[in-house]
């Protein structure tokens, strides 16, 4: 049987390229996760591990959904030869059990790890850069300008929450948490 695994890494992302894939390879059962790759319990990942037999497919889009270590790709790919799976990662083929196969398979995880290290290493230089500057924040921009949030607080004097949110479109939380912060500055 042909089964497919799809991941992506933040709840944002969307996975039905990934899915629409492994519904075109013919598999069978998709197991799908939200979160990052180097987070070694994947809960749907390991449910499809303890369900595979000899003589099953486990179909991945890429190499960096399978694993993102040389070692933990290692060891799993080891483990599904070992069990009589074969594996078909879309943009590289069918990872053969042969020492030319194991081979190729060690290089790509290879560089799949180096990848994934490297945007590691430039998104902190980036914040490292970005952290220089006075007015950096991390996290999230603002969803809404000082000057909005203060029109917001001088409405609410003569209008309830309710009313500021249809207004401005700022929720109840978000100018209560305002006017807290407002409080504790004066």
Known sequence: MKYGYARVSTIGQDLQAQINMLKIEGCETIYTEKFTGVKTERKEFNKLLSILEA?????VTKLDRFARSVRGG??????????????????????ENTPTGRLVFNIMMSFAEFERDMIVERTQEGKMIARQDPNFREGRPKKYSNKQIEHAIRLKEVHTYKQVEELT???KPTLYRAMK??????
């Open 181 to 186: 912060a407002k409080e504790v500055m004066q």
């Open 169 to 171: 479109g700022i929720s």
């Open 74 to 95: 290692i060891e799993v790919i080891k483990n599904l030869f070992d069990l009589g799976v074969r594996v078909h990662v879309l943009n590289m083929g069918v990872i």
């Open 55 to 59: 003589g099953d497919t486990l179909v």
